[in-house]
């Protein structure tokens, strides 16, 4: 592996899990469906409730800006945060990806996942 986690290091025991969905995975805010996507991939770490993860490329641009926030993990690396802008709303920090992630996490490389208070998402019924 050329980048590994180092998180894995200290806590051997830490578990990801990335699958793709198969079905169809649908965002929405207050209700509106936003994206649609037959490409997502569900993360599973831990003790933490599965994430979605829809491809960059599915989601309309100008529904998400660029934020200059960032977060780091060890299992994962470094996220990048985009605004999101629905209906006129600006929802700050809401959405996250991981342009170079950990090999371990290489799966999740230009996909975005969604903070649960701000955008519902789920596979579609």
Wanted: proline share 8%.
């Amino acid at each position: 592996m050329s980048n590994p986690a180092p998180g894995f290091i200290d806590h051997p025991d830490h578990k990801i899990s990335i699958t793709s969905v198969d079905g169809i995975v649908a965002t929405s805010v207050k209700s509106e469906e936003i994206v649609r996507t037959n490409e997502a991939l569900v993360l599973d770490e831990s003790t933490y409730p599965p994430v979605f993860y829809l491809p960059l490329r599915s989601i309309p641009q100008a529904l998400l800006s660029d934020s200059d926030h960032e977060t780091w993990c060890p299992f994962k690396g470094t996220a990048s945060y985009f605004h999101l802008i629905y209906n006129g709303e600006l929802y700050e920090n809401a959405a996250w990806s991981y342009r170079n992630p950990f090999d371990e996490a290489h799966m999740i490389k230009d996909h975005v996942g969604f903070y649960p208070n701000v955008a519902a998402v789920e596979l579609a019924i």
